[in-house]
């Protein structure tokens, strides 16, 4: 996992650094002008202008500068200016690299990035982002490519940070970051947050039960439950309170439930996790029935889509505080909103976060980066996927494979982890246009080998 600190904690680690400040300069310099000549394909030659301003970014970008230097780079620095318009072309000879080492974490005004027609490699952060929300202040140029020095900013993954950052590079210059509580997933930390299957596994060790859907939105059922199913839970039994029948993969068994949700509990004693709420309408009878089932059902277990607004209309902390395992939330913005009684902030971390540890339960946000946060105060970050998951449905998909990690036995914060890295991972197994939910659990298993789940670990 990548660590990601905000600049408050950056700057706490920078100053706890063993070595002196000349010295960490010396090494982001060094890491900056080695990813211009990798971005360039070659040193000896090529121009470039480094736009650099009076603090540490800055001086960075001109240690960089010294370096590209003695490679053969013919390299103009100038002074960052907060109203410059455009880089000089009067006795400039042609570019090909501007280095935005203008301005970091620290700048308080609009900075009006210089135009130029050639590519950008941006110094920590796009001079004028900001390094906690990813807000725009100015006017910024896209870079093709960010160093960031010890471990990512929030910033540069959430708001306007992706788009104008381009490829981002974490650079290790000697500083402990270990004290990070917010990660970023990436491909390799998934296997590990999944329990493999057991050799003597059966049916009924990883069993989930699915309580979903209505007369009006059967579908959201089936997707949930269908997903579960291939994510690796051993039985789906799958219940439509107003007994509508559902249209899932043939393995899936549909079982009645009352509209109130009332359920044995003998018989919820055998399955390892359930994932109540996917399209399950707004009867009150039945949101009554959600919220007496996350308070009285003390399982692994996920509530998503409706599930969430029958829980915003009661007491959430109460209903869920009292569980000895933390329930997972699904929310999306409007959700999210309804569930905290506000929108998430600018700083999404920090709003994710406060709702997990008021409720005690595993939040997940839904967003391009989605936001997971444990009632603990740690923090995982996926940012896979594109917009083609930004459709009607996907959400349903997320639930049942959550569902299937808790019912692997995966600790609530790891499943609702690993889900979010691997749901975004299916949008690029599919059609670059014309995606609907259903087309993802087809590729599921397939991204899950990919990722080393049940690829040759069983245990």
Request: include cysteine.
């Amino acid at each position: 996992m990548i660590p990601v600190l905000t600049p408050v904690e950056m700057a706490a680690v920078d100053e706890a650094a063993p070595e002196p400040f000349e010295v960490l300069v010396e090494r982001a310099g060094s890491a900056v002008a080695r990813s211009v000549i990798d971005l360039l394909g070659g040193a000896y030659g090529r121009r470039v202008v480094v736009v650099a301003g009076r603090g540490s970014n800055g001086a960075d970008g001109r240690v960089a500068a010294a370096r590209l230097e003695r490679r053969g780079v013919r390299t103009i620095v100038l002074d960052a200016a907060p109203s410059a318009g455009s880089l000089p072309t009067v006795g400039m000879p042609p570019i090909d690299l501007v280095v935005d080492a203008a301005y970091g974490t620290g700048l308080g005004r609009p900075y009006v990035a210089p135009t130029s027609c050639v590519p950008v490699l941006a110094v920590d952060l796009p001079s004028g982002l900001d390094g906690l929300t990813g807000e725009v202040c100015g006017s910024q140029s896209v870079a093709a490519r960010t160093v960031t020095f010890g471990a990512l900013k929030p910033g540069l993954l959430f708001a306007a940070g992706p788009a104008l950052a381009g490829r981002v590079e974490v650079a290790g210059i000697g500083l402990d970051v270990s004290g990070a509580t917010v990660h970023l997933l990436a491909d390799s930390d998934i296997a590990d947050l999944v329990p493999a299957r057991r050799v003597d596994a059966h049916k009924w060790r990883g069993a989930c039960w699915v309580v979903a859907g209505s007369a009006a939105m059967p579908g959201a059922a089936a997707l949930a439950a269908e997903a579960a199913l291939r994510a690796g839970a051993g039985y789906v039994r799958l219940s439509i309170p107003d007994s509508s029948t559902a249209h899932p993969a043939a393995e899936v068994v549909q079982s009645p439930i009352s509209p109130d949700l009332t359920l044995d509990s003998i018989d919820v004693g055998r399955f390892a996790a359930m994932v109540v709420g996917p399209g399950l309408g707004g009867d009150e009878s039945t949101a009554a029935g959600v919220r007496r089932l996350v308070a009285g059902v003390d399982r692994p277990l996920v509530v998503d889509g409706d599930g969430l607004t029958a829980l915003a209309a009661g007491d959430v902390a109460g209903i869920c505080g009292g569980r000895s395992v933390p329930v997972v939330l699904t929310p999306h913005d409007g959700e999210f909103e309804r569930l905290a009684g506000a929108p998430p902030g600018a700083d999404r971390i920090a709003s994710v976060r406060s709702l997990a540890g008021r409720c005690r339960a595993v939040v997940l946000c839904k967003g391009p980066t989605t936001v997971v946060a444990s009632p603990d105060g740690r923090v995982r970050l996926a940012a896979a996927g594109d917009q083609r998951l930004a459709t009607a449905g996907t959400g349903d998909v997320l639930a049942g494979v959550i569902g299937a990690f808790l019912a692997r036995g995966a600790d609530p914060f790891d499943a609702a982890s690993a889900a979010a890295h691997v749901h975004g991972r299916l949008s690029e197994r599919l059609a670059p246009t014309g995606v609907v939910a259903g087309d993802l659990s087809s590729v599921l298993v397939d991204v899950l080998v990919d990722l080393g789940v049940d690829a040759g670990g069983l245990a």
